[in-house]
């Protein structure tokens, strides 16, 4: 059994900046962070692969940048140039031997 635990939510004004932080319990395979808006499907934001391989969402690229610390288990979500639209509940996401594992979820507030 793996554990994410999410941190680095909050609110922030428009322009401003976060980063989410995702603290694996053991070495995992971290694949994406995904966000969740009211009354919307979760959507992936951003993609990393076992080689640091990147992708993003149109919506995002330029702003913000997926990494990952493996030697401290932990993955990151740098946001920048932060919008309103960009408000949601983020999850981090990862695998291990077969089984999926997210994060509890942070709550990321955007405000005009």
């Known amino acids: 059994q793996v554990q994410l635990v999410e941190s680095g939510g909050g609110l922030v004004q428009a322009g401003g900046s976060l980063r989410l932080s995702c603290a694996a319990s053991r070495s995992i395979y971290f694949k994406a962070w995904y966000r969740q808006s009211p009354g919307k499907q979760r959507e992936p934001v951003a993609t990393i692969t076992s080689i640091g391989s990147t992708t993003y969402a149109d919506s995002v690229k330029g702003r913000f940048t997926i990494s990952r610390d493996n030697a401290k288990n932990t993955m990151y979500l740098e946001m920048n140039s932060l919008k309103p639209e960009d408000t949601a509940d983020y999850y981090c996401?990862?695998?291990?031997?077969?089984?999926?594992?997210w994060g509890q979820g942070s709550q990321v507030t955007v405000s005009s």
């Open positions: 996401n990862g695998r291990l031997l077969g089984n999926e594992y």
